[in-house]
């Protein structure tokens, strides 16, 4: 690949080139961004099964995750993104890892799983044991450090970690409230527990140098959906009352957070192995979450139908940027450029241009087993992005 540009794989397995002439910003989003997580490479899958099974340790699979995770990030360098991660690459599941460093928080092999569009994900079981606490440094405090270092004069750091919001709905599940209730008896007490041990994270990653953090939530997804009531053991009462706490539980770690540290989010409706778990478009929750959540810019999925209109996107207050979510990761398939970029013009309409980015719908491997794409798919995917970011913003 020539230094300086970017190669674009098109439906044809034609090779081009484009000039990487998006500016570098410290300050995430950028025009051509992406959520965060990427397939993990077959190596660093061996190498946890093998941790797993006891056949190495933990170090040595530390020493696969580095390497692994350096390679991932020359990628991403080369592909022409300002913003670096991880990939997600130490975590078995986007949310749950950061769940599970916190003191009173349990988790087991799960029973039956969580019900996707196709199939069911048997992610582990996580409920509470006891009063939440950070006892020492939160593992993703080191995670972050690790990525910190390989930034250059081109790129910046970010992290992706579940949203308050999307903690505290994991323990108000109608299958974890014996266990909530039993450790904080109201709502109030369980959000001003979130709020604490967020706070008391924010402080540790801000003082390694993150100022570029992400919050993924998928709450809002359950939210949208037909099948929220059910899914939440309320009735519509009970449904405005959710969203009223998911709200007041990001806001407040929101407004604690130090004045310059960056803090987006991303917006899905499920993520596991190209399927997806709820649908629904954006209004239900549009006077809620993009109204009046005080993040600074808005990752929203809008891949496909199950998104809704973008007609909620007049919600969003004046100074905030959305990233529209519009190339999918769940599929090889690449869109047709001139159709993005339709859309984009579409969204537009409610949002003006100068406020809007562009990413994948999301992350390529929400959980371990990632989705149903090869590497250099997902990279072809990225390249889509930049492509149709450098036709729209120059």
């Not at 593992?139 to 999307?166: G, M, N, Y």
């Not at 998928?218 to 449904?239: F, N, Q, R, T, Y």
Request: glycine share 8%; hydrophobic share 40%.
């Amino acid at each position: 690949m020539t230094p300086g540009f970017v190669t674009m794989v098109g439906n044809n397995d034609e090779q081009k080139e484009f000039p990487m002439s998006i500016p570098y910003d410290r300050k995430t989003p950028h025009r051509f961004d992406v959520v965060g997580s990427f397939l993990r490479p077959e190596r660093l899958k061996r190498a946890r099964e093998d941790w797993k099974a006891g056949r190495i340790s933990r170090d040595e699979l530390t020493e696969v995750e580095d390497e692994c995770i350096r390679d991932l990030v020359e990628k991403e360098k080369a592909a022409g993104l300002g913003v670096i991660t991880d990939g997600e690459f130490r975590r078995e599941t986007w949310h749950l890892d950061f769940m599970w460093a916190f003191e009173g928080v349990g988790h087991e092999s799960a029973a039956f799983g969580i019900p996707f569009h196709d199939e069911v994900a048997k992610i582990d079981d996580t409920y509470l044991t006891g009063p939440l606490s950070l006892k020492g440094e939160h593992p993703f405090v080191s995670h972050f450090r690790f990525v910190q270092a390989l930034e250059d004069e081109r790129c910046v750091a970010k992290l992706t970690i579940p949203a308050p919001a999307q903690f505290l709905e994991q323990m108000i599940f109608p299958a974890n409230q014996e266990s909530t209730r039993a450790v904080y008896p109201t709502d109030e007490e369980l959000s001003a527990a979130v709020a604490s041990v967020y706070g008391d994270f924010i402080a540790q990653v801000y003082d390694a140098g993150c100022r570029n953090l992400q919050f993924d939530d998928c709450s809002w997804g359950v939210l949208v959906d037909p099948h929220a009531k059910d899914v939440l053991g309320v009735d519509d009462e009970g449904l405005e009352r959710v969203k009223g706490q998911l709200l007041a539980v990001n806001n407040a770690v929101l407004d604690a957070r130090p004045a310059d540290l960056t803090i987006n989010t991303h917006v899905c409706r499920g993520n596991f192995h190209s399927t997806w778990a709820c649908e629904g478009g954006y209004d239900g929750v549009a006077d809620t979450l993009l109204a009046n959540e005080h993040v600074d810019a808005f990752f929203l999925e809008y891949d496909d139908k199950r998104s809704g209109s973008f007609e909620p996107l007049a919600k969003v207050p004046e100074g905030k940027k959305v990233v529209l979510g519009l190339i999918t990761s769940k599929s090889p398939r690449l869109e047709e450029p001139d159709a993005v970029i339709a859309r984009i013009n579409e969204a537009a309409r409610y949002v003006p241009l100068d406020r809007l980015c562009l990413s994948p719908q999301c992350g390529f491997a929400s959980c371990e087993c990632g989705n149903k794409l090869t590497e250099d798919e997902q990279w072809a995917k990225v390249a889509l992005v930049r492509k149709v970011a450098e036709q729209v913003w120059g």
